[in-house]
Structure formats: structure tokens, C-alpha cells
């Protein structure tokens, strides 16, 4: 059974300060998925990271995936606050037929 | 925006009660899924369809059925609700191997 985690869970942060969000899975993988979540709101895609080592940034965030440790970052540099939301990461193990497991997801408070 | 709409849009239903939910495309993606999101949970599969009468269960499929008779649309039937099943459902479509679009979103409350 595929499990993905996401750490942490909640993170409150300043303005103008770096942070990672970390998605760990349990099981070989080469398609990741990075979602924002405003609240009420549906689920917005990101990125899409579909082979080890690929990069993809997006103003102000950058995701990375790394298939052998099973493991993608979410990185945010200079956080402001629009970037407040809930950040999912979703994993994909069979070309994308079958769904997507999610993690339970990152709710990110940035304060002025 | 992909085109995805869900209806309705907020549902309040008594224990017992059978209730289905729309989801209508209009960008004409083989694959179409059902989750649910609860705190704390993320968002779960309940079932999954890859084509006009092809459907499959999720990891959260009990008490839930499906139909796809048509590629645009995609039914998700409680047939008799109960209190675990107050959720928010999320539509999502994907042309396949690629990222999935989400629709608006469903909130049911069972009383």
C-alpha cells in the first residue's frame, strides 16, 4: 500500500524567510504532483515532476524530486503572504490511470 | 480553468436518504475520479472511471457506487447516507499519465 507523508504538517512563518516542505512515499515512483489549496476553495496544480532530478520553480516556490530516496521538496524562498495556503504533494504509481494518493498536506500560515 | 463542474455545489441530507453527485466535463478526458477530503486526511480516492462504462474502486469505495454513460459525466451515488459520509467531494479529470484538474467541489452534510 502506497503511504505519502508530508512534513510538517502545519508551519507558521514570517515574511521574507525560507522554508521546505518535505513529501516522503513508500513506494518507486517517478510522477509527483504539488498542489495549493486555498480555503474553500478546489485544488490548484502546481507542478508536475515526472523523472528523477526534475526541477521545476514557479516565482517565489521550486520543487524538486528525487526517486531514489523517494522524496520531493517543496522550497519557498522569501515567503510572502500571498503564499498562505494548504500545499499537497500526490503521488502517481501507475501512469496516472488509477488516481493519485495524497498526502494529508502542509497548511502554511505566513505572517507579515 | 479546465472545464469541470460539479453539481450541486452544497447538499444537506438526512441518514438514510440516497444522493448522487453530477460531475460534468466539457474538455473530453478519458480518465475521471471521486474523492473525498476530510480534515486531517487529505484527499482520498473512492472511485475512478477510464472510459464510458469503465469504473473501478478507490481506497475509500464503501458505500459508494459510480456511473460514467456518458465520457462528460461521471455519478456518484450514496445509496443510503450516513453521518461518515459528510464530506467535501472533489470531481477531478486527466487526459491520463498527466496532472488532474479539479472541479469546485461538493459539500454534503448527513444529519
Known amino acids: 500500500e502506497l503511504k505519502v507523508e508530508q512534513n510538517p504538517l502545519f508551519l507558521s512563518m514570517q515574511e521574507g524567510k525560507n522554508y521546505t516542505i518535505y513529501c516522503n512515499y513508500s513506494?518507486?515512483?517517478?510522477?509527483l504532483y504539488w498542489y495549493r489549496q486555498d480555503p474553500g476553495k478546489s485544488l490548484e496544480s502546481l507542478f508536475v515532476l515526472l523523472s528523477n532530478g526534475a526541477v521545476k520553480q514557479e516565482g517565489r516556490l521550486m520543487a524538486s524530486l528525487d526517486t531514489k530516496a523517494r522524496l520531493s521538496t517543496l522550497h519557498i524562498t522569501a515567503a510572502v503572504h500571498d503564499l498562505s495556503a494548504t500545499y499537497f504533494c500526490a503521488v502517481d504509481i501507475k501512469g496516472g490511470a488509477d488516481g493519485l494518493t495524497f498526502g494529508k498536506g502542509t497548511h502554511l500560515i505566513i505572517q507579515p | 480553468d479546465a472545464g469541470i463542474t460539479q453539481s450541486p455545489r452544497h447538499k444537506v441530507t438526512e441518514t438514510g436518504t440516497p444522493v448522487t453527485l453530477r460531475c460534468h466535463q466539457t474538455?473530453?478526458?478519458?480518465?475521471m475520479y471521486w474523492y473525498r477530503q476530510d480534515p486531517g486526511h487529505g484527499l482520498r480516492l473512492i472511485h475512478y472511471?477510464?472510459?464510458?462504462?469503465?469504473?473501478d474502486k478507490g481506497e475509500v469505495s464503501d458505500g459508494y457506487s459510480v456511473s460514467r454513460s456518458k465520457t462528460e459525466d461521471f455519478l456518484l451515488t450514496l445509496e443510503s447516507a450516513t453521518s461518515s459520509q459528510t464530506s467535501v467531494y472533489f470531481c477531478?479529470?486527466?487526459?491520463?499519465?498527466?496532472?488532474?484538474?479539479f472541479g469546485p467541489g461538493t459539500r454534503l452534510t448527513v444529519l
Open positions: 477531478a479529470i486527466s487526459s491520463g499519465g498527466n496532472e488532474q484538474f
Open positions: 513506494t518507486t515512483s517517478d510522477r
Open positions: 472511471s477510464y472510459g464510458v462504462k469503465d469504473t
Open positions: 474538455e473530453n478526458h478519458r480518465y
